[in-house]
């Protein structure tokens, strides 16, 4: 089912590093061994990452659920600036990236580099429709689908369409389905299947595929770049029989630690392929730990806590939401085994890589991108970014400044209780100010006592938002009204990407 990549090696000399981006799916900050000693997971190849490389502590995901964070890595702009104002695309949702905005892969395309997204995409497709005999509209997956990496700045793309419990099950290659989906399968959601699609092989297939891509970069001459978006260990927790045991903490640490032996695979095919000492790896989370793990796999009873001490998990606007790993090694030019406390946003990779290639970003891109690649080298501690922006799975925000944090709604923004609506009809301070430096689990709610920093924070928030950037530069637009206070305290949607 495997297909090949023809075409993506490349003929210059590489002059800049490779890069490797490698995102996991729902794994929580404690979930890396480095990163929490207490942990249950043993996580050897991340941990690889962090102790030749550096661990950035304060990194948070732009969003507590997945598509927009997807979209603020691609694109260094808060995704709450487009139409999708609250929860995740699925399977059959339209293109979020504009065809004409900038991404990183088609900055590093555009300035020589080969470029791969390897897995879950999970920012929308263009699929070509047809009718049914009673005259409905469905998808024709014989058809070539458009609006996916390859028009978005990517060579080659192998992957799936949404998250591994979203329908359509079938892989897809470039612009086009691998076979078609003749039957159907339920993981977790049901749906259109290819009859040999099985989700616990997503892994080991991507895996595959992205060493395939890395060797065969050797014998180019181009700098590559590799997105490689794991399906893991976002539900369905379906571990290989190779894993299935071995990490002593349910399906879910098993599934992690697949996830950290598929890391482990591309460290060695750099290794082996002669490219590791020019190569950038990241390694980070699209948010938090998910909940309904919790129900069939209460890891959290053997003592293994996803979210550590961070209040929250994935879909709120708590820290367990949003405050991720974020491993990163560079020989010769990340100092080994340090550390960065710096506040951090994944939207930041933009910004970063266009430092790295020298060339700077035009006004209406990288609008929330800012530069980190001297806490990356060591070069400062100081504070690069102003302030960040945080948001839940129901659209709500919060925006953090140094060590405060302003919540702009009453509860969690999202599964956890309080959720918003039991607050606000609780008579819970409509906002939720907390002092990081000395309340890191939030339950010391000072709105009452600062007001002049709620003041501060909230017009910030809304320059933010006037202002289409939070970076310096030009006012651009935003593609949406952008509404601060919803006037209704919703409940979250049951689950999300």
Same mark, same amino acid.
């Not at 993981?187 to 997503?202: H, L, M, T």
């Not at 095919?269 to 392929?273: G, N």
């Given at each position: 089912m495997l297909a090949s990549f023809a075409g993506v090696a490349q003929k210059s000399a590489p002059q800049r590093p490779n890069i490797i981006y490698i995102l996991a799916d729902d794994m929580g900050y404690g979930d890396v061994k480095y990163l929490n000693p207490q942990g249950k997971i043993a996580t050897p190849n991340i941990d690889r990452i962090g102790k030749e490389g550096t661990v950035l502590t304060d990194v948070h995901?732009?969003?507590?659920? #997945?598509?927009?964070?997807? =979209?603020?890595?691609?694109t260094g702009r808060y995704a709450w600036r487009t139409k999708l104002k609250s929860g995740v695309l699925n399977g059959s949702s339209a293109p979020l990236i504009a065809p004409e905005r900038l991404t990183v892969a088609s900055l590093l395309q555009q300035n020589g580099y080969?470029?791969? #997204?390897?897995?879950?995409?999970?920012?929308?497709?263009?699929?070509?429709?047809?009718? *049914?005999?009673?005259? *409905?509209?469905?998808?024709d997956y014989a058809k070539p689908f458009r609006g996916g990496p390859v028009e978005r700045g990517?060579? =080659?793309?192998?992957?799936?369409?949404?998250?591994?419990?979203?329908?359509?099950f079938i892989y897809l290659e470039n612009n086009a389905c691998v076979g078609?989906?003749?039957?159907?399968?339920? =993981?977790?959601?049901?749906?259109?299947?290819?009859?040999?699609?099985?989700?616990?092989? #997503?892994?080991?297939?991507? *895996?595959?595929?992205?060493?395939?891509f890395i060797k065969q970069q050797a014998t180019g001459k181009k700098p590559f770049f590799l997105y490689f978006p794991m399906p893991s260990p976002h539900t369905p927790i379906v571990p290989t029989n190779r894993f299935k045991g071995k990490s002593g903490v349910m399906e879910y640490g098993d599934y992690v630690q697949e996830t950290d032996w598929s890391v482990g695979e591309l460290l060695k095919?750099?290794?082996?392929?002669g490219q590791a000492k020019n190569t950038l790896v990241i390694f980070t989370s699209d948010n938090g730990f998910a909940p309904y793990v919790l129900p069939k796999m209460n890891v959290e009873s053997l003592g293994h806590y996803p979210s550590m001490d961070f209040r929250g998990y994935k879909s709120d606007i708590w820290e367990g939401g949003h405050r991720i790993p974020f491993l990163a090694s560079w020989p010769g030019k990340i100092k080994a085994g340090t550390t960065n406390a710096s506040t951090v946003c994944l939207s930041d990779f933009m910004a970063t890589v266009s430092a790295i290639i020298g060339k700077p970003l035009p006004d209406n891109a990288g609008e929330d991108s800012y530069n980190i690649l001297p806490y990356l080298t060591g070069n400062t501690s100081k504070p690069i970014r102003e302030a960040t922006v945080h948001h839940s799975i129901n659209g709500y925000f919060a925006i953090r400044e140094g060590n405060w944090k302003l919540i702009l709604c009453p509860g969690s923004g999202g599964w956890e209780k309080p959720k918003n609506d039991e607050a606000f009809k609780a008579g819970m301070p409509p906002v939720q100010l907390?002092?990081?430096?000395?309340?890191?689990?939030?339950?010391?709610?000072?709105?009452d006592k600062y007001p002049e920093v709620v003041?501060?924070? *909230?017009?910030?928030?809304?320059? =933010?938002?006037?202002?289409?950037?939070?970076t310096p530069g030009k006012k651009q637009a935003?593609?949406?009204?952008?509404?601060?206070?919803?006037?209704?305290?919703?409940?979250?949607?049951?689950?999300?990407g």
């Open positions: 995901s732009s969003s507590a659920v #997945c598509t927009p964070s997807r =979209y603020s890595i691609l080969a470029t791969a #997204c390897i897995g879950k995409w999970h920012l929308g497709l263009d699929w070509a429709m047809k009718k *049914t005999d009673t005259g *409905t509209l469905t998808v990517f060579d =080659y793309f192998f992957g799936i369409a949404a998250s591994l419990d979203m329908p359509p078609l989906p003749t039957v159907k399968k339920k =993981y977790g959601r049901e749906g259109p299947a290819e009859k040999d699609f099985e989700a616990e092989n #997503c892994v080991g297939d991507f *895996t595959a595929k992205a060493v395939s095919a750099l290794e082996e392929s907390y002092n990081l430096a000395s309340d890191i689990k939030e339950e010391h709610n000072v709105q003041q501060r924070l *909230t017009l910030l928030m809304e320059k =933010y938002v006037n202002d289409g950037r939070s935003n593609d949406d009204n952008v509404d601060l206070w919803k006037k209704n305290f919703m409940t979250a949607p049951a689950s999300g």
